[in-house]
């Protein structure tokens, strides 16, 4: 099995968690990871901008040259990653019913603090007193209620709705966009946090395989998963493009309940979560607006 898995976690780091490569591969190898590690896998990746700035499709055979399967395994066992995938008994119940869930997750910490009810608390960096105030009575409210709280591990609302948890004794999952080995846990300034809930009990974890850094791209994709792990959305703070509205938007497609804090009409960071009680998001004003719905 470890072998196997080796070359599976191999093929991840180059797939970059591009949605559906590693079921593709999977399906047309038969679950043989290590002889789909020794093809040309070219047609299963995401291409990349060349020199000039164009897509096209990565030379496999040179990326796979540059990637030491034994070191980067020897970097999970080193730091305590395990890896799930889709087929697994003990992947989260709940995320396997979203439309794309991802193939593999790599998690450290407890691996069935997500079969416990969970509920997602999300923001933006740039909180205000109003939302630090907002998240941390609510999260705690809702953590004391017997809800797992999930977030993102960035700065300002999402770290707030850890803290928070981890305060009322009660488990936390942080949802990455990169790799969740030490040297690639992204902000730096949180890995002393990750270290904490994986210590209470909870769970850090990604579709990214360890080294893989985050882009512009991989914290909107990631928040699909925040989402499939919860049953519903609490939005504290958020302006109309960030990455909160992409968590809203995700809860929406995947049919789980959108809440939100409604804030100062003069505030951008208010006008996400205005916009989307408007729309339909359930405006929140004490926790009894959460639990009526359960």
């Known amino acids: ?63 796979r040259d540059s990637i030491d399967s034994d070191l980067e395994w020897g970097r999970l066992k080193k730091e305590k990653i395990d890896m799930i995938t889709v087929y697994d008994n003990n992947y989260p119940t709940l995320l396997r019913h979203i439309s794309d869930p991802p193939f593999l997750i790599y998690t450290r910490g407890s691996k069935d603090v997500w079969n416990e009810d969970c509920f997602a608390v999300v923001g933006t960096r740039a909180m205000s007193e109003y939302g630090e105030r907002s998240a941390s009575r609510l999260t705690a409210d809702l953590a004391k209620s017997g809800f797992v709280i999930v977030s993102g591990l960035a700065l300002g609302i999402d770290t707030v709705a850890h803290r928070s948890a981890l305060a009322a004794r009660v488990k936390t999952i942080a949802v990455l966009g990169c790799g969740i080995d030490d040297q690639t846990i992204y902000p730096r300034q949180n890995q002393a946090l990750a270290r904490e809930i994986i ?30 792990l919860s049953k519903g959305v609490l939005v504290v703070e958020a302006d109309i493009k960030s990455g909160a509205m992409i968590t809203a938007k995700c809860a929406v497609d995947q049919n789980r309940d959108v809440f939100a804090i409604p804030g100062d009409i003069f505030a951008r960071t208010s006008f996400g979560t205005n916009n989307i009680i408007k729309k339909g998001a359930k405006l929140v004003s004490s926790i009894e607006d959460i639990l009526e719905e359960y």
């Open 1 to 63: 099995m470890d072998e196997n898995w080796k070359f599976l976690n191999a093929i991840s780091k180059v797939a970059m968690a591009k949605i559906g490569a590693l079921q593709k591969i999977y399906d047309t190898f038969a679950g043989d990871w290590q002889r789909a590690w020794n093809s040309d896998l070219s047609g299963f990746l995401p291409r990349r901008r060349n020199a000039e700035g164009k897509l096209e499709a990565v030379d496999f055979k040179k990326i």
């Open 199 to 228: 210590q209470s009990g909870g769970t850090v974890m990604s579709e990214y395989a360890p080294g893989v850094y985050g882009s512009r791209f991989t914290g909107p994709q990631r928040n699909r998963i925040i989402t499939g």
